[in-house]
């Protein structure tokens, strides 16, 4: 899967502690013949394979390991070199592999002494065996985490071939039938379902009613017949009906197309596990990588077992697993189908997965349900506030299908604040906005102009004539000032869906948009990189978007392997910047063919992005050739990631259930205005009033992604670093060296 080259963080990390490292070529099958197949690896030997898919060292089905003997010759070779611990990276097989060969180490030494095929000294040396293991998996199917390496590179896939499909079924009015891989679990395919547009997901978890034959026919019927240019459906490898009879692209191809329909199948196969990794996958493999190494690290020092354990992430932390406990919950999934359990199936699939099927079902809807005569057809109005942001076109076709549904209406202002003060506004149709989702920048028009004490009685006189019961707001911090203003005028409940690149929003740990603009940094920076792979050696500074919050600048740093990070939350001086200079200086005379930098915009007011540049050619000199890039607007564009596509639909369906409740309260007051968020894996409203955060600089009080600057530094610097301490001023305080 794209990003399990962990071994990155692995390898860095430990040759940082002097700690050797070896690493097995072709998975098992290599621990069982050895030789050349496990080799010693340096700093230098894990260079330049974050951008690149699949794995560097290789992986391979091992007959072998699978027998008592194999596993006998694995240990030999391990023992013959002095290790005993494994950072094991696969899925369930592979872990409980590892799992296995633990539980057996003692009596294969044991065997392997008797039949002197080892040395005593060695033996004992190697008295246990340490396991670690990380989950790469595209079918993010391990119970107990929330994310496994390699589920997101593989959405991207998905998705991007979803929409090429739907350009060309809407130019053909023609229908599609996507299978996706997902032998045992449907989550691709039900993430990809919500990131949308999606008529139908077919998953193992949920399966279909009795009568699904019958439904899908008349629903795909219903779609043509209101004129929609095409239908796409989803189908998980594994998706099956609730007697557990498989359910295939072909079979439900034959099914409308019996029915005179125009359908096509695409399978994608491996197509999904190839690629670039995501942004995500990166800094995930890294994190893991990490940690395990740290693990690790605590058992080689001690010389002290430890208890086998899978390192994973789980509500936005890496958190330790007991490895058989992990595989027990994932391997009981199976058996919930086997009994038709597929509440508890889902249940075990993790936090959300049901409300996700939920939602899903709720994105796919056509019919509209009628209102009960004396019933009021809820009013909710959504405006954009501040810059663009990808995710947000998804958002609100989110909002309108699901409000469509129930019998109600969504009124949209163009052009945000501008819409509601000059009263430029329009009914928002669910088939108006179907193919949203897909498409970047904010359709509906959004712009900087804030709610404030000068507009906000004409802004609210709009409202009372359109007789709004509520309001929804998507954007960043001018969406935050503009609801603390209407907190002084509590009218209708209000709404704030974070949406912006700079992630900034406080009260969530991600605001829609901010995935998307990272994965463009993280291209951007993997084209500079090959953009110099045949010239001298050189170093780039690049300044990235981000305001006074250095999110994107941290986090791309991460993914992208940068060598120095500087961001507005630390302060940057000068002896920081030529130590970090002397560093790169040091990397480069130790072989390293180019340096990264990343910058935020406003890091510094007076250390700009040209000042960096000029220091650090000065510094290096004859060394290698600095160069600057500003990558500016290119950051806003591009078509929203599966995240931000998901996020946004997830945010909007949460809105609607709470509207339904917040509108039918007696009395409001300012704390029916909130922020929606995700914090950990959990939904969030928090009242505007409550949160915390720095006004004038626009930014949260705490950010959670500040513990991961540490990493970029242990990951990117060569352990040796005797240039840093030649030149480095007796005054600095940034070198660990001195």
């Known amino acids: 899967s794209s990003g399990i ?164 079924a809407a130019s053909h009015n023609r229908t599609f039938i996507l299978e996706v891989m997902g032998r045992h679990c449907g989550y691709l395919a039900l993430i990809s379902a919500i990131a949308g547009p999606c008529d139908w997901c077919f998953i193992p978890e949920a399966p279909p009613e009795e009568n699904w034959r019958e439904l899908i026919v008349a629903k795909m019927k219903r779609a ?106 994932t391997h009981s999934v199976k058996e919930c189908f086997r009994k038709k359990d597929f509440a508890k199936a889902q249940e075990l699939r993790g936090t959300g997965f049901s409300k996700k099927v939920e939602i899903s079902k709720m994105l796919s809807v056509m019919d509209v349900k009628p209102v009960a005569e004396g019933t009021k057809r809820l009013h909710i109005g959504a405006a954009f506030i501040g810059a663009p942001a990808p995710g947000m076109n998804s958002g609100i076709r989110a909002l309108a299908k699901i409000a469509a549904y129930h019998g109600n209406i969504v009124t949209v202002f163009h052009e945000g604040v501008d819409g509601m003060v000059g009263a430029d506004y329009a009914q928002l149709s669910p088939d108006e906005c179907d193919l949203w989702s897909m498409r970047g920048g904010c359709l509906a028009g959004a712009s900087r102009s804030t709610i404030n004490p000068s507009n906000v009685k ?88 981000g305001g006074n919050c250095g999110y994107l600048a941290v986090l791309s740093g991460l993914a992208s392997g940068a060598d120095a990070v500087y961001i507005p939350e630390q302060h940057v001086n000068i002896d920081q910047l030529q130590c970090d200079a002397y560093r790169v200086m040091d990397k480069i005379i130790q072989g390293c063919k180019r340096g990264i930098i990343i910058r935020n915009e406003n890091s510094s007011p007076h250390y700009k992005n040209d000042f960096v540049t000029a220091l650090y050619a000065e510094e290096g000199k004859d060394k290698f ?33 709470d509207i339904v409740k917040r509108t039918t309260k007696p009395e409001l007051t300012p704390a029916d205005l909130v922020v929606v968020g995700i914090r950990g894996s959990v939904t969030t409203f928090t009242p505007v009033l409550q949160l915390k955060m720095d006004i004038p600089r626009r930014v949260p009080v705490d950010n959670w992604w500040l513990d991961l600057k540490p990493l970029v530094q242990t990951l990117a610097l060569p352990p040796n670093t005797a240039t840093v301490q030649d030149n480095c001023t007796d005054t600095c305080t940034h070198c660990d060296e001195k």
């Open 625 to 657: 050739v600095t160069r600057s890039a500003v990558l500016g607007h290119i950051q806003q564009g591009y078509s929203p990631s599966p995240f931000d596509r998901a996020l946004a639909a997830s945010f909007a369906c949460k809105v609607y259930r």
């Open 458 to 545: 004409a802004i609210l006189t709009q409202f009372k004539k359109l007789e709004l019961d509520c309001l929804v707001l998507f954007g960043g911090f001018e969406a935050v000032t503009s609801t603390l203003t209407l907190a002084d005028h509590v009218t209708i409940p209000v709404y704030l869906i974070p949406s912006t690149i700079s992630n900034n929003v406080p009260g969530s740990d991600f605001s829609i948009g901010c995935d998307t603009a990272l994965n463009t940094i993280v291209r951007a920076v993997d084209c500079i990189k090959q953009s110099a792979a045949s010239t001298r050696k050189r170093v780039f500074v690049i300044d990235v978007m």
């Open 224 to 329: 043509s017949e209101a004129s929609k240019r095409f239908g796409m459906i989803l189908i998980a490898e594994g998706a099956a009906d609730q007697d557990g009879n498989p359910i295939k692209a072909e079979q439900v191809k034959q099914l409308l197309s019996d029915a005179g329909m125009d359908v096509r199948v695409t399978v994608l196969g491996h197509v999904q596990r190839g690629g670039q990794p995501s942004a995500f996958d990166r800094n995930l493999g890294s994190r893991l990588g990490c940690e395990a190494a740290r693990v690790m690290t605590e058992g080689v020092k001690s010389g002290v077992e430890i208890d086998p354990c899978i390192v994973s992430l789980k509500n936005n932390k890496i958190i330790k697993l007991p490895l058989m406990e992990a595989i027990k919950h």
């Open 5 to 168: 080259n962990a071994e990155y963080g692995v390898v860095r990390y430990l040759t940082h502690q002097g700690i050797p490292v070896f690493c097995v070529y072709n998975g098992y099958d290599g621990l069982c013949k050895g030789g050349q197949l496990i080799k010693q690896m340096g700093w230098k030997d894990a260079l330049g394979i974050l951008s690149k898919g699949g794995t560097m060292i290789g992986t391979a089905r091992s007959p072998a390991f699978r027998t008592r003997e194999g596993r006998k010759m694995a240990a030999k070779n391990l023992v013959e070199r002095k290790i005993n611990s494994l950072v094991v990276i696969g899925g369930d097989g592979s872990l409980t592999g590892a799992s296995i060969f633990k539980t057996e180490w003692p009596d294969l030494l044991s065997e392997l002494l008797k039949e002197k095929q080892i040395f005593p000294g060695n033996a004992k040396a190697c008295s246990f065996l340490n396991i670690v293991g990380m989950v790469g998996s595209i079918d993010n199917d391990l119970c107990g985490t929330d994310m496994t390496i390699g589920a997101d590179s593989a959405l991207h896939r998905i998705v991007d071939a979803m929409d090429c499909l739907g350009s060309t």
